[in-house]
């Protein structure tokens, strides 16, 4: 690097010498300069790899309607709420008089049972896993079917909305994330669900094959890139007095593994009722607003008018919003500790900048001697210091966008299908220029002391 450095910018007149010198003792001293080039971009690398990693989770979590299924607000529970607990909102919203019906435009329920479930055929039943399910009302459904498009769909559906009619219609159906069926490019891409699918130990009964340490829960017999089989499910209640089973068929996969829920399995809650023997009592209900309406304001008139019964309403933007900052923080705390690290770097990169001028007072004055002027010596002095700290900010830089970029790939392969996050060009462009100049302002007061060094006393011999 240093000689093409050498043969591009030789020719300038004035520059020539500066350069040779400039040049020789970084040569001169590799394995010194080699360990700070290697400091710098060690540095470097874990700053500019926070960026990428931080800009990669805002745009990944980023607020959607895939993430709200086009609903603005979300009800929660209280503990209070086991007195006085509420089953059917949009009937109770409806009987009540002063509430702003006009400002509502649908509302759905779902509820999110944990049941075991295995694949069930054609062929050998595989292992039980438990998994938490997603059972949804037509209200939810009426909403989510204007968001959620499917990739693959079973034969006699040729359409989405044909997927959701089914859904709506019937118990013995259902969908599911793509996280349960491989991708042909990949061994492993993805996960069962935020709760893991943990399988239990498969006895004679079963007739299951596989190892008894299978942990995630994988649709087998397809993948992606392939038209949808026919899959059966069959899911499995044990809480009450009897074992009670349900088979469902698997009618869709969707494009997208966000969702409103997380789950990896959705049916309808009628499906829920056919497992558990038990009316469904719905977890969270989904609200959504008409066009111009406040939904902080509707929010806060739904929790006034469940107040005895402890229902939360919060607006599902506002909640994401605090989530992102609160993840922006903790991220933005650890960078400004790599931060420091980078300022401590760079404090070393003057000290030996410092170090070299008391080093070579003696060649300086030479310098000197023959004829050098004190700003060349400065300038030297500067190239030096700007070939080290350049040399190492290009690896970091270039290593974090690519460790960045592999992390991304392997963290976020099945968040991110289909998208390309991008890179913070913007905020790398600021790390980089500000390391180089805090670098070159650590440098200017070396380069003016040995730019004051006379000859006669550093040639001097006592």
Known sequence: LLHGVSRVLGGIGPLAPVLKTAIAYPLSSRFRTGMAMVMFAMIITTVVLMSVVIQATESAIAPDAKSSAGFEIKTS???????????????????????????????????????????????????????????????????????????????????????????????????????????????????????????????????????????????????RADDLPEVWLELRDET????????????????????????????????ITAVTGKDVQPDTFFIKVTEGADAREVAREVERAFLSSALDATVIADSLAQGQALTRGILRLFQGFLALGLLVGIAALG????????????????????????????????????????????????????????????????????RTLPVPWAQIGIIVLGAYLFSLLTTILPAIQASRIFPADALRYE
């Open 351 to 418: 000290v030996i900048s410092s170090r070299t001028v008391v080093e070579r007072r003696q060649q300086v004055g030479v310098l000197r001697a023959i004829g050098y002027q004190p700003g060349m010596v400065a300038l030297s002095f500067v190239l030096e210091t700007s070939f080290i700290a350049l040399v190492g900010i290009g690896l970091g830089t270039a290593t974090g966008i690519l460790l960045g970029q592999a992390m991304i790939g392997q963290f976020f392969s099945v968040i991110t299908a289909g």
């Open 77 to 223: 529970f209280g503990l209070l709420s086991f007195f006085d607990r509420v089953t059917d909102l949009k009937g109770e919203l409806a009987l009540m008089e002063g509430f702003p019906h006009e400002d509502v435009a649908a509302v759905g329920a779902i509820v999110n049972p944990t049941l075991d479930v295995r694949q069930a055929g054609p062929g050998p039943a595989g292992l039980w896993h438990s998994l938490e399910l997603t059972g949804m009302d037509e209200g939810f459904m009426s909403q989510a079917r204007e968001i959620y498009t499917f990739q693959q769909r079973s034969e006699g559906f040729e359409n989405d909305a044909a997927v959701w009619q089914a859904l709506m219609e019937r118990d013995d159906v259902a969908i599911v994330s793509p996280s349960l069926v491989a991708n042909p490019d990949s061994s492993y891409d993805g996960f069962a669900g935020p709760f893991g699918g943990f399988a239990e130990e498969a006895g004679p009964q079963d007739g299951a094959p596989g190892p008894r340490d299978e942990f995630l829960f994988r649709l087998t017999g397809f993948t």
């Open 240 to 271: 009450g007095d009897q074992v009670r089973t349900h088979r469902v068929q698997v009618i869709g996969v969707l494009s997208d593994i966000t969702t409103v829920s997380l789950n990896s399995v959705y049916v309808n809650s009628r499906a």
